[in-house]
């Protein structure tokens, strides 16, 4: 999971990449960057960090130019290294390149291989780099072309920007797996992982760009050009459960309302269920537990208060780390839980280890009664897509029932929403185009040779 963001043709193009990028903060906090096309020459500042912390008023008064892409990373292929920092940029036969990846490429390796065979060299460890070697090796008349010919050689997910001089270019995988929306201010175009970051940048969403579909943002006008054949479009349902922001529209309806809505279905699959409270993990899970609160007409109360400053567990990449954050991050409320039955309501249940810790933390400070229930399904597979899941042998549903599960957790009663209610939630009717594959372990692009990497048995293609 990354988040990127580029404009082109404005004066304060390095200024706005800078609050593009803080709006999608949410999404990595392990490194960010920024470049910028300064008459024709690409100037970068990378580090690792917050944007806040990497982009002082001195750095950004280097990037100069009218256009601009960044990137703000959570490692999922390549290792936490300033190395595999984002944009990437290259100085080959292309001239200058730059480039900003929100996905996971999943045959990198075998590209890589190849690559290597041939001379290339590699400075990185991220899956990025090998869409910039094909591009050097296998070249067309203008950037657009040489992309179009190597775009359709990756498999896996990816939402690109890349900037050469005069030029800034989108591109979405065939299945559309990560987000990657335009937008316009003025007569500067915007491109963004989410709406959010367009609308506080101070522009208005156009659309989403379509899956296979390149944008071409040169000369004050955005070409559109398809360089695959769109296949199933699989966007990531994760976006609506827990990455994306609730202002964010994804599928036609806004994060907030889509989570609400799932809170409301998790109400109606489990009509009878009797409780004090219901309350959720927060962040996400409060819209979900209002949800569930107004359907059931069960009290919303908050249980835990919420140290804003700890970043998310989730997406802390050291498993250490992970525990000691979880445990930092949530206070009880003592007089709210004390002698209760409460549900509560958390997006997802990956390894088990958080909510175990916070079901525990709840019957200590008094909880008569912890009713868990899951905002999506059990999670019985890896994501070969960009998503930062664990392996099979981590997953807890993946090993265990979900009567085991709930032992382990310590819970009284476990739920989980069932997949057609998660999928009728994220969509309106006309769209409801997403991937599921770790809900049901049957994927939507080859990834065979990546399975066997994470030790898992083969898996079907497509559904
Ligand atoms: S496998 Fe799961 S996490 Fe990965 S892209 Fe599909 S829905 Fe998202």
Request: charged share 25%; net charge positive; hydrophobic share 40%.
């Amino acid at each position: 999971m990354c988040g990127i963001f580029g404009i082109a043709d404005n004066k304060d193009a390095s200024k706005l990449a800078y609050v593009g990028l803080f709006t999608l903060q949410h999404r990595g906090q392990e490194s960010a960057g920024i470049v910028t096309d300064d008459r024709g020459v690409l100037r970068h500042h990378i580090g690792m960090g917050l944007v806040s912390e990497i982009f002082t008023r001195e750095a950004l008064e280097t990037l100069k130019g009218r256009s601009a892409i960044g990137h703000i990373r959570y490692s999922t292929t390549g290792s936490s290294h300033i190395k595999n920092a984002q944009p990437l940029v290259l100085d080959s036969c292309l001239g200058q390149v730059a480039v900003a990846h929100n996905g996971n490429i999943t045959n990198s390796d075998r590209i890589k291989a190849a690559l290597q065979k041939g001379g290339a060299i590699f400075q990185s460890t991220s899956d990025t780099e090998v869409i910039l070697h094909l591009m050097a090796k296998y070249r067309g008349k203008r950037l657009e072309d040489t992309l179009a010919k190597n775009l359709p050689k990756l498999e896996g997910a990816y939402a690109f920007i890349f900037m050469a001089p005069g030029k800034v270019i989108g591109a979405r995988d065939p299945n559309g797996f990560r987000p990657l929306v335009l937008g316009k201010m003025g007569k500067s175009f915007l491109l963004a992982s989410e709406t959010c970051a367009i609308e506080v940048a101070g522009g208005k969403t156009i659309r989403e760009i379509e899956p296979g579909e390149l944008v071409v943002i040169e000369g004050g006008k955005a070409t559109f050009r398809r360089f695959a054949r769109a296949r199933n479009f699989t966007r990531c349902i994760f976006e609506q459960v827990y990455f994306a922001r609730p202002d964010s529209q994804v599928a036609g309806r806004s994060v907030q309302t889509a989570r609400y809505e799932i809170g409301a279905l998790l109400a109606r699959e489990m009509k009878g269920v009797k409780a004090d409270i219901v309350s959720g993990v927060p962040d996400s899970g409060t819209v979900y537990a209002q949800g569930f609160s107004d359907e059931s007409w069960i009290p919303y109360q908050t249980v835990f208060m919420r140290n804003h400053y700890t970043g998310r567990s989730f997406i802390q990449p050291d498993q250490r780390l992970r525990e000691f954050t979880a445990h930092l991050k949530l206070a009880p409320i003592r007089d709210v839980i004390k002698g209760k039955t409460i549900i509560l309501i958390d997006d997802s249940l990956v390894r088990g280890t958080t909510s175990r810790k916070i079901v525990k933390n709840l019957k200590n400070a008094g909880a008569k009664k912890i009713i868990m229930a899951i905002a999506s399904p059990a999670i019985i597979s890896p994501c070969f897509y960009g998503i930062d899941t664990p392996s099979k042998a981590e997953l807890i549903a993946s090993n265990l029932t979900a009567e085991r599960i709930r032992r382990f957790i310590g819970a009284d009663e476990l739920h989980y929403l069932s997949l057609e209610s998660l999928v009728s939630a994220c969509g309106d009717q006309k769209d409801r185009n997403f991937c599921v594959s770790c809900f049901t372990g049957s994927y939507n692009t080859r990834v065979d040779a990546v399975a066997k990497a994470y030790g898992i048995r083969p898996v079907k293609a497509g559904r």
